[in-house]
């Protein structure tokens, strides 16, 4: 006798099988073998075809963009909330620039790895400004409520810029150099943004 079709266990182990694939992308992303990011390194790390990778990502930029969005979410992004509960703005500022520090020193060689990926491929740079306009979002949010707070007349839009350059990768990174991590320059990255909001 034929077991009846079972829709949630199907859709189990699909979803188990597209986490054994990010893991595995992951991995490729952290590995420190010098061997570039494809399809077929993450199919050959997850022990499945390559065609099972397209079917569930439909291309190497659609992999990376969940990819980047799991890095995330496991990381330091669930704390965001609780950011934006803190009333005083200097401190939620210092905390938001405390999680982008973690979140950056999660995966750092991963985060390189996905800028050089970006600049190859134009659908994934764009895919990657997309995600980072959600950091903008946050600073835009937390610079109103800064001037708001101390009744300021910042020059919004340079306010939000020079915090959204400052909270990149690129910053971090650059001001850690190869003996620090990006979390070992939350507190210089924290001065920066005090002088630029007055605090």
Do not use: C
Not at 107 to 121: E, I, N, T, V
Not at 130 to 147: F, I, P
């Amino acid at each position: 006798m034929t077991r009846p079709y079972q829709p949630r266990e199907r859709q189990r182990q699909v979803d188990a099988g597209r986490e054994r694939i990010l893991a595995a992308a992951r991995d490729v992303l952290d590995a420190d073998d010098g061997e570039p990011f494809s399809i077929d390194a993450v199919a050959k790390r997850a022990g499945v075809a390559r065609m099972t990778v397209y079917n569930q990502f439909e291309s190497k930029a659609g992999l990376l963009e969940d990819l980047f969005d799991s890095i995330a979410e496991r990381g330091a992004f669930g704390q965001m909330a609780k950011v934006f509960a803190i009333e005083d703005p200097d401190i939620a500022l210092d905390e938001f620039v405390a999680l982008f520090g973690r979140f950056w020193t999660s995966s750092r060689r991963a985060h390189r790895k996905l800028r050089a990926a970006g600049l190859l491929d134009p659908e994934l740079e764009s895919a990657m400004v997309a995600r980072n306009e959600r950091r903008r979002r946050g600073v835009t949010e937390l610079v109103k409520r800064v001037a708001k707070e101390r009744k300021l007349q910042l020059a919004k839009d340079d306010a939000v810029n020079t915090l959204f350059v400052l909270m990149s990768f690129d910053t971090f990174d650059a001001l850690a150099g190869p003996t620090r991590t990006p979390e070992d320059v939350i507190p210089v990255v924290r001065r920066l943004v005090r002088l630029i909001t007055g605090a």
